[in-house]
């Protein structure tokens, strides 16, 4: 069998490990997390004085106009969605295939995906003219008619897939906190927690029956999610795909959207977890610099699949001899939004690959930045796929800018503070590494017992 | 407020011990025991003479409603009670229903599975007996009901102590 | 007017296979060719240079030998009224100024505005004792009035006219007046009574109504109506319009040849000239008040909100002029500030401004909207020169934005506006029409009834944007202001597109209205998560206001781009008695809400009930989109293609220009296109790519 390293470093007994995650949620906040859950605060009040704003007075408040009809709302919406999935992947996909590595990470980035999906789910809501009216999306049964929705839309399909996953995720993840939640209600000192700790855990006993049908139904619902998650970054890239636009009427866009989903989602762990680990010390024994490796071969590969798809699409326009798939991509590169279509590549192509490089894919700094930029270079590339596609299309005539206004850009950065405000807030209230999956690991790469799980 | 079963629990401090536990417990043809852990132990099911959970049955028979209610909403919706023009396509568009049924199959799959599991493990209980608050940490114990077959108090003593635990107490679970 | 040749460059650029004729001996040619059935005409602002006499003869003398006089010229006809000068109203001004005019009436014109400076009205008219002014505002001459009395709406009173010679109209009000006004006619007759003067018959009636039907009674019926007692034809008048003699059986005039005799050759200029010229919808500005019509697009620039200078591609290359760049013209000792419109085509030597801007007393709309051009005028003797006086720029620093509707200016090589010359229309009618492959992967749906079809004819386009209008005034259409034209927010359901062809130094151009295509396979339709816009059993894309969510997919979806949305809630700022303007048959869209043309169905519908009711079917013209009533020229016709004789349904059968914009993508629009015929000697260049791209003159 092969020789690894520790999953879990610092030769930690059972209850080190529940010891120390339990620890940030049973101590006093440090100094740290207050300024930076502050910093986050008001950048969500700020974010929602933003939305109220646009909700009261109007969606012109944004750059949207004729012809560029959909904007930053959709783009940041994509790109929080996208985030999501890297959640998923290592809870659902990562489980199925074996990868014992998942158990330390798992928690915190399903926590990330739920957060993420939070985040993106006010958009499509927020960014229609009437939002009051979103309602009118569902199909339920009503007087008027009575009348339905549109099945064939993929604005609809949407409503169903974001939804299911919004709550298939959180399912998953509180399924997940169960076991959890009974530890530190068991060790909880006063009564609040106990009775707070005690309803969230649903009085789990942890017999051996009922773990049984607990691995069961996480099995099944990491099978589910795995389908899952793919079909959702796949019905959100029809939302362009399904369209006639050149630049978004393209197959390739499912696979694309899913590898860049997972691109920027480790990507946005990774820059997390570097965080959790300045925040939390303690961590770094659970989530040691081989995950963050690892993590950061999975950007690599994602980001190299990113690359190709823009390679394909580009040789596929001119293929295609199609006048208008090819003026869209020359114009892409080359025209008034060059420069985002360059920050683009250079984010997404041209950096990760100094992952090559032991040194850098083990150097926290490097890691820090390039997830950065990789983030950035993701909201960039929704950008261009939304914004430069629809400001030059078929009839000249009807060419024009994005009028980009500072309340896209409140739109932008105000979201993040809502991300964040709720994942700090997560890493206060909420066991942040997975005590009942990183047990069972405790010993691998110490003896030969390393097996299956 | 739940009702609680009298019984004796042993209380072990390693893993290999209570699997090993556990199957003398078996083999000793008690049936009603439970083992306790912070997490599920590699190969206790196999020890514990636990069968495969029915769960997945249920997953699978949902997932077809799941898929029947999706197309059943989106033909009747779309083809019987409104059908109207939209685009030139037919009332019946099934390509551009796949996704919408495809949605319905995981989410009633996957949420009634969660409900299975939560009617298999008698959750949300309020109050759940806790032998000893260390067991969802590093302890792990197994106990045996008084009305359990062949339930001798001090035979039972002398078992656990042979096996290792560290502590044996009369309890309620 | 006659243009100076081209440029060299200008030459060099066409391509080597197309011979170069010269545009003035062709247009002899042709001329000739055609001697009694052509028109040679002159006039406007643009040709009132210092030879502006001389052009007139040149005119009456090219009509004379082409043998139109008599024929497409009646000198007998023209509308009387149309007497006055420039040197009239000269001498008026020195009467003024002498002190010489007691009581000066000024009804229906603004000289505080319209005259040049030059002329001196403003100074003069302080010497006059009482002003009297019945225009409906203190506007730019109403500041000089001791009295304004109020004239009513045109649409508020009653009134008569002499359309022609010896063809009159009555005109009737369509609407009690709104405000406290008085009819310029009763006002004369309430003067005369009070004061017990002037012709006894201004005195004798209590109404200007009572007034005209004596003076028709007298005067017009004995004449005209004969044969018919007087109310009789009082009725016929009202329905029909207008009485009189159309044909007066003109003749033909002799040309005198001595009218050569006082023509010198114009002398030789160096520099740049100025052309001033009124555009279609402003004219002389009279209507600046009315936010309408500067929110339309100028049919050529398709600039609004402003005026500018336009300068030719070569100029701006020359001097570093980038578009919106503001100049300070200097024309003799008068300067203007105005940004700078590149033109394509524009002769390299001439500054165009248009006049009707730059009011200061228009309202709060029409005030302060860019420079008036009529004050850079020059009148020396009573002699008005407008145009082809010396002019001068110089650049300035200043920052400035002009609002432009469209986005870009050539077709890029793209099947849009598609054109054929004369020559190869001769040989084949179907010349440069697509003809795509296309097929369907389902059978579609059936139309049984009524199937509601367009046909738009690009060759009698001229642009004009009454179309516009019409459709902004039919339904209900918002005016969103500059600021929000600049971030690509206008609202006009109708536009009209207008592509530069050729060499930009020497563009021709193409319009082509677009508004909704209504697709049978609409591709905005299917993208509509609440089913807001849905397809008609009569072929009609149909928006669905109170559905709509506004989530835009549909207009993201539209290739026509034919959709607009309320990106705010425009209905609140309508106040009154601006929402006397709103046709109740259309509602009015929240904030929210995505909207486009409909093919007026609201008519459809007032045209369907009619003839329930008279127990009909309908039948073709029945049905009159506003767009086409509107249009001058008949370019577009609407109807029932499932009536085999409706108009539509025959040119969509048998015509052989017609095509479907970007056919080849299969929407199944309801539209078509007649393509535009060019009647010039330049061979035919097979397709339309290869054209120039012309990037001067491009917003994005």
Known sequence: MMKRNPLVLGNKTLKDVTDDICAPVERFPSKGWVGMFLGAKTLLLFYIGILASVVGVGIGLLGVNSPVFWGTMIVTFVFWIGIGHAGTLISAVLFLFRQKWRTSVARTAEAMTVFAVMTAGLFPLLHTGRPWLDYWLFPYPNQRGPLWVNFRSPLLWDVFAVSTYATVSMVFWYIGLVPDFATIKDRAKNKLRRTVYGALSLGWRGTAKNWSHYEMVYLLLAGLSTPLVLSVHTIVSFDFAVSNLPGWHTTIFPPYFVAGAIFSGFAMVVTLMTLVRIGFPEFKNYVTLDHMEVMNKIIMTTGMLVGYAYASEFFIAWYSGNQYERFVFINRAFGPYGWSYWIMVSCNVIFPQLFWFRRFRRSIPVMFVISLLVNVGMWFERFVITVTSLHRDFLPSSWGMYAWSWFDTGVLVGSFGMFLTLFLLYLRLFPAVSIAEVKPVLHVGYDDKGGHH | MAKYTKGIAGIWLEEAQILKAVRKVRESGYQKFEAISAYPIHGMEEAAGIKRSWIPYVAFVMAVVGLAAGLGLTWWTSAVDWAVNVGGKPFFSLPAFVPIMFELTILLSALSSVGALFYACGIPRLDPPVIDPDLSCHKFAIFIPHNDTGYDEAKIEQMFKELGATEVKKTEY | MLRKSNTPQSEEKRSGSVKKLDSAAKVAADLWANQGSSLVVAGGITALTEKSKELQVAVNFLNSILGNDGKTVDHKGGNPAHKASYSDLASLIADMKGGKVKTLIIHRVNPGFVLPVEMGFADAVKKVEMVIYTGDRIDETGVFADYITPDNHALESWSDMELAAGVYSICQPAIRPMYDTRSFQLSLMTWAYLANQGPARLRDYETFYDYLR?????????????????????????????????????????????????????????????????????????????????????????????????????????????????????????????????????????????????????????????????????????????????????????????????????????????????????????????????????????????????????????????????????????????????????????????????????????????????????????????????????????????????????????????????????????????????????????????????????????????????????????????????????GIVFGDLNDPNSAVAKIFKTEERGYALLEEWHAKPSVRYLSKIRNNDKESTGDQKGHGTAKQGEHS
């Open chain 3, 214 to 634: 004596v003076f028709w009674k007298s005067d017009i019926h004995p004449k005209y109506g004969k044969g018919q007692g007087f109310e009789d034809f009082w009725q016929s008048v009202l329905q029909k319009g207008f009485t009189g003699d159309l044909n007066n059986g003109s003749s033909a005039r002799s040309f005198k040849l001595d009218a050569f005799t006082s023509i010198k050759p114009a002398a030789t200029k160096e520099g740049f000239e100025l052309a001033l010229y009124a555009t279609s919808q402003h004219g002389d500005g009279s209507l600046a008040n009315v936010s309408w019509l500067h929110e339309l697009p100028d049919p050529v620039t398709k600039a609004v909100w402003d005026n500018y200078v336009m300068v030719s591609l070569a100029t701006a290359e020359k001097h570093g002029l980038k578009q919106a760049t503001v100049v300070e013209l200097t024309v003799g000792d008068k300067t203007l500030e105005l940004p700078v419109l590149i033109q394509p085509g524009l002769h390299d030597d001439v500054l165009a401004v248009a006049v009707g801007f730059g009011r200061t007393r228009a309202g709060k709309v029409g005030n302060g909207i860019g420079k008036n051009a009529f004050a850079v005028m020059s009148a020396k003797d009573g002699k008005v020169v407008a145009s082809g006086l010396t002019a001068t720029f110089k650049k300035t620093s200043k920052k400035y934005e002009l609002a432009i509707t469209q986005g870009h200016h050539t077709m890029e090589g793209r099947t849009i506006a598609v054109e054929a010359t004369l020559a190869d229309y001769n040989k084949k009618k179907s010349t440069g029409i697509p003809h795509p492959h296309v097929w369907s992967i389902w059978s579609g749906h059936e139309y049984s009834g009524h199937k509601w079809g367009m046909a738009v004819d690009l060759h009698t386009c001229t642009g004009c944007s009454s179309c516009v209008i019409a459709c902004q005034s039919e339904n209900n259409i918002p005016v969103v202001g500059k600021r929000y034209v600049i971030e690509g927010r206008e609202m006009h359901w109708l536009r009209i597109d207008r592509y530069y062809i050729g060499n930009p130094a020497d563009a021709e151009a193409v319009f082509q209205p677009v508004m909704c295509q209504h697709c049978d396979n609409a591709p905005c339709e299917t993208v509509c998560p609440v089913l807001a816009t849905v397809h008609s059993d009569e072929g009609l894309n149909d928006m669905v206001y109170n559905r709509c969510v506004g989530t835009r997919y549909c207009a993201n979806n539209c290739p026509y781009k034919v959709r607009r949305f309320n990106w705010f809630n425009y209905a609140k700022l309508i106040e009154k008695p601006l929402h006397m303007a709103l046709n109740p048959s259309v509602g009015v869209r929240t904030r929210g809400v995505m909207e486009k043309c409909t093919f007026c169905v609201q008519r459809i519908q007032d045209a369907k009930t009619v003839a329930r009711n008279e127990k009909r079917q309908l039948k073709d013209g029945d049905v009159k989109v506003a767009c086409q009533t509107a249009c001058p020229a008949g």
